[in-house]
Structures are given as C-alpha cells and as structure tokens.
C-alpha cells in the first residue's frame, strides 16, 4: 500500500510540473504572435482649405466650430493609413459633421458606434475629434474596419456618448439622411426646402433632420431645439406665418407641433394623420444638462467662496450702516456749535405742534 501511495503521490508531483511549463509556453507563443500596433508615422498641422481634397468643405465645418486640422499617417509593417482629424468644441460638433457628411454610400460600420466606411474614405466621431480615414486601394473593408478599430477604438466614450443630441426615430429611416445641422450653410445642402432664416441659430438653435419612406415614399421630420420654451414659440410662430404650418393640406403641406423647447415638423406628408404619427414616434423630455463638467475648482471650494463671499458682504453693510450712524452724529455736533438755532442742531423739538385740549 505504501509503495502504491508513494507511486501515486509521484505521479500527481510529475502532472503538475508539467503543467506549469506548458501554461508559461502557451503564454509566451501568444505574446509572440501578438501584431505589431498601428502607429502615428508623421504628422502636420494644416488649415481646412488644405484638405479640401479628401471632401472637406470649410465653411460648414467653420460653423461646426473646427479649431485645429491635423493630418496623420499611420502605419503598420508596409501598410499606411492617412486620416484627417478635426478638433472640435464638444462630441456633438464631432457627431454633427459626422452626419452631415454621411451619405448613402457610407452605412454604418458593423460592430463600431458613430461610425461610417464608404468605398473611400471613413469617418468617426470620437470624444471632441472628427476623424476622416483614407481607405488603401488594395486593402478589404474587414481589415480596413479592423485598423480603424485600432486607430480610434470600436466606440467613443461613456461620457462623450453622454453629451449627444437626442437621436431621432430609427424605424423607417432611409439610411445616410439623417443630419445634424448648426449653422445655415450647412442648412441650405441638407434641408434646402426649408429658409434657413426662419430657424433662428443665432438664438442657439439645433436643427435635427431625417427623411422616413412612409406608405412608399419619403417623408422628412425635422426636430429643431431651442434655449427657452420662449424662443422655440416666437419661431414656431415664424414658421406659421411664412410657410403656414398647419394651415395647408394636400402637396407642398407642412405639419408642425410645439412642444417646450423644440419645434416639429413634416414635409411632404399625404396627411395630416400621417404627420402626427411620425410626430409622435418622437418621445420627448425636457431636461436640463450640462454640455461639460463645470469649470474651475472643485464644488466645496466653491461653496466655500459662496459662504465667505456672503459674510464679507453682511460685514461690509453693518460697516456702513456704522458709518452712516457716525456720520449723522458728527453732522449734528458740527451743526450744534456752528448753527445753534438750526432744526438740524435742535433735533426738531421746537418745530412740533402742541394742541393743549382739555
């Protein structure tokens, strides 16, 4: 039995020695097949009139508020990529020119956000970047999206996500129409049917649109938000006016609804029926949000301000409050020695009425 046990005993020691080398070498083959990373070969600073080329418009992207342009090469063993990264204000400028410059030849990459790959060139939306990359002749779409993936990462961030518009109804929607629009110029290409002065985004409007095949054929919604429930009623009541919104039937008609802040819209419906439906596919909730972290020091620190801003402040009135009383002393001394028989040294006293009844 012994010699039995201590074979046993043997044998278990020899399994698991043996298997902690094969685990390291399994390890160590994955570490060396690993790929070499795509990596930033060069790199220029360049205005947007530089790369009007690749299909760059500069006064749209002007209006999208573009800071910086900046080409990058990147490569990858004898392979190379060139993209144009845009800077922006904040990940809804990135999302905007995204959608204004997505057409039907761009769907949506598989398996990445806020992402699009035509036959030539693809486009991202990354955090507060735009990102156009130029697609190699010779290279298939999946390796084409596989370095983009690890050029820019398969989806923005949790908190640029975050800061998007709401998105509009997907159902029925013909693929590449939607736009987010900013400014006027970028208005008059994506919804030329409507004036674009009558939209107001000089008051800080945000324009949303999209055309839907609804009962066989197409019909645009647009969505457009305003600061205050104030602005968005004198605007609707522009459109009203000029376009006459919900006033018309038949070819040509406009439906509208007012709702808070935003303002809907349709063209080009068959009925008014039709209209409130897509309308109402919409759901929407008026919130309040911020576009980025407040500035500045931290919450406490800033409260702590407040709090001392507001003693300083009660301070200062009891000082002054103090001053006006010694002053009003002083001025009735002053008065006293040198005009003895004025009101302001007597206090008064003589000038009051007495009606001695009885």
Do not use: C
């Amino acid at each position: 039995m012994k010699s039995i046990t201590r074979l046993n005993m043997t044998f278990w020691a020899i399994l698991a020695l043996s298997t902690v080398p094969a685990g390291a070498q399994r390890t160590t083959i994955v570490n060396l097949a690993s790929l070499p990373e795509w990596q930033v070969q060069k790199s220029r600073n360049v205005s947007l009139n530089d790369v009007r080329q690749w299909g760059v418009q500069p006064p749209v992207d002007g209006e999208y508020g573009v800071t910086k342009v900046e080409i990058r090469t990147y490569g990858k063993d004898n392979q190379t990529i060139e993209t144009v990264v845009e800077k922006v204000p904040d990940p809804s400028s990135a999302y905007g020119l995204l959608t204004f410059y997505q057409n039907p030849s761009m769907p949506s990459a598989r398996g990445m956000k806020l992402a699009a790959i035509g036959p030539e060139q693809a486009l991202m939306a990354r955090g507060a970047f735009f990102v156009r990359a130029m697609r190699p002749a010779k290279m298939s779409e999946d390796d084409f999206r596989s370095a983009l993936v690890a050029i820019a990462g398969a989806a923005p961030s949790a908190n640029a996500a975050a800061l998007l518009p709401p998105s509009l109804p997907s159902k029925g929607m013909i693929p590449g129409s939607h736009k987010y629009i900013l400014g006027p110029v970028a208005m008059q290409q994506a919804v030329p049917s409507l004036p674009a002065n009558l939209v107001g985004f000089q008051l800080g409007a945000e324009l949303q649109a999209a055309a839907y095949r609804l009962y066989g054929k197409p019909v645009t919604l647009v969505f457009i938000s305003y600061p205050t429930s104030a602005i968005a009623r004198k605007q609707f009541a522009a459109f009203g006016k000029s376009l006459g919104v919900n006033h018309k039937s038949g070819a040509g008609a406009i439906y509208g609804r007012l709702k808070g802040g935003y303002v809907l819209l349709v063209q080009d419906a068959q009925t008014k029926e039709v209209a409130t439906r897509l309308m109402g596919r919409l759901k929407i909730e008026q919130q309040i949000s911020w576009d980025q972290a407040p500035p500045g020091k931290p919450v406490t620190v800033q409260m702590f301000h407040l709090l001392m801003g507001n003693i300083i402040l009660v301070l200062l009135l009891v000082g002054m409050a103090v001053l006006a009383g010694f002053l009003l002393f002083a001025s009735r001394r002053i008065a006293a020695h040198w005009f003895p028989h004025s009101d302001w040294a007597r206090g008064y006293e003589d000038s009051i009425i007495r009606l001695n009844l009885k």
